[in-house]
């Protein structure tokens, strides 16, 4: 089994900052996408950064040059810095991972979500 735990959100004032992280634990053999997500009561869940294996990222039009995704596959985490937080950032952020495991007779890949962290933005 695989989990991953958000960490690092909390109440900000309007531009500040904030990083959330998102560790992976359990049987790992590889990750491959790790993303970040959000959502707001009623709204579907967001894709707000993805970062592939081999570095690749793509980020939601409205955090675009605020947020920065990046990992270290050493210690299966992957990171948001979210700068020039907006009152429109606040939301729940989940992280998201493709990840080979492996349940020592078969490896195989499967998607696995975090509990959430909240992220508040507010005067």
């Known amino acids: 089994q695989v989990q991953l735990v958000e960490s690092g959100g909390g109440l900000v004032h309007p531009g500040g900052s904030l990083r959330l992280s998102c560790v992976a634990s359990?049987?790992?053999?590889?990750?491959?996408?790790m993303g970040w997500y959000r959502q707001t009561p009623g709204r579907e869940r967001d894709m707000v950064a993805r970062?592939?294996?081999?570095?690749?990222?793509n980020y939601a039009d409205s955090v675009k040059g605020r947020f920065t995704i990046s990992r270290d596959d050493a210690k299966n985490t992957a990171y948001l810095q979210m700068n020039s937080l907006k009152p429109e950032d606040t939301a729940v952020y989940y992280c998201?991972?493709?990840?080979?495991?492996?349940?020592?007779?078969?490896?195989?890949?499967?998607?696995?979500w975090g509990q959430g962290t909240q992220v508040t933005v507010s005067s």
């Open positions: 998201n991972a493709d990840v080979w495991t492996s349940t020592g007779v078969s490896s195989y890949s499967r998607n696995y």
């Open positions: 359990g049987s790992i053999l590889s990750i491959n996408t």
């Open positions: 970062i592939t294996g081999s570095g690749m990222t």
